[in-house]
């Protein structure tokens, strides 16, 4: 069965780093998503992204953050100065289309530590 | 502001028995939700989904329930096995042009030996 795959599993960086995270969607899916839950915590919202152009961003989504799909496989999340509050798991997401019934399927997540 | 919340934040269950998990939703404007399993170290796992006019769905073993006149929603396991034991989320889309998923804050089931 396809499945939404994610490298690294886990990224450790120090604070003001950059740091990219990536993600191989399903392969005829074309809405690709990113979601981040800090430890504890609800799985929140971070973007979603449609024929190479941002559809939908949360508030977390600052100018820290931006997202790329530099292939026809990749789809990847980049940070460019990490914050200690960025510490959390980030999930990739993918779906065929948008709106209901559209199943997102969810990437094994990437453990993302900043010191 | 709108929020998906869970009832119980952990459930305990005897193997065998049947879980009911329960999730409040606060708007009305929602046409789809998803109950999705999270299992320790992985991503959530699609589950069951329901659009809003449904009030029930089955699916092996699960079967989700949509009150919308209170805005409640619950997932119910038949014959609960140790390997559904997991943390429980539903999640809600707004529908329209939006596709983010609102998760609520989740429930852990035990299912006990």
């Known amino acids: 069965e396809p499945e939404v795959t994610q490298t690294p599993s886990h990224q450790v960086t120090q604070m003001g780093q950059e740091v990219i995270l990536r993600c191989v969607p399903i392969s005829n899916h074309l809405y690709f998503y990113w979601y981040r839950q800090i430890l504890g915590q609800k799985v929140e919202f971070l973007v979603s992204?449609?024929?190479?152009?941002?559809?939908?961003k949360s508030e977390i989504f600052d100018d820290q953050f931006s997202v790329e799909r530099p292939d026809g496989s990749n789809f990847t999340l980049k940070i460019r100065s990490t914050k200690l509050e960025d510490s959390a798991m980030y999930f990739c997401?993918?779906?065929?289309?948008?709106?209901?019934?559209?199943?997102?399927?969810f990437g094994p997540g990437t453990r993302l530590t900043v010191l | 502001g709108e929020n998906v919340g869970l009832h119980l934040p952990t459930l305990s269950v005897q193997e065998g028995d049947n879980s009911i998990i329960n999730c409040a939703y606060s708007n009305s404007a929602s046409d789809y939700f998803i109950w999705y399993k999270q299992e320790s170290g992985k991503g959530p796992q699609f589950i069951i989904d329901i659009r809003s006019n449904m009030d029930k769905r089955q699916g092996q073993r699960v079967t989700v329930l949509l009150n919308k006149t209170v805005k409640h929603l619950s997932l119910q396991i038949a014959a609960t096995q140790p390997g559904d034991s997991a943390v429980y989320f539903c999640a809600e889309n707004y529908g329209g042009a939006t596709n983010k998923l609102i998760f609520g804050t989740g429930t852990l089931l035990a299912v006990q030996p």
């Open positions: 992204f449609y024929n190479n152009e941002i559809s939908e």
């Open positions: 997401a993918s779906s065929v289309r948008q709106g209901p019934l559209q199943v997102q399927f």
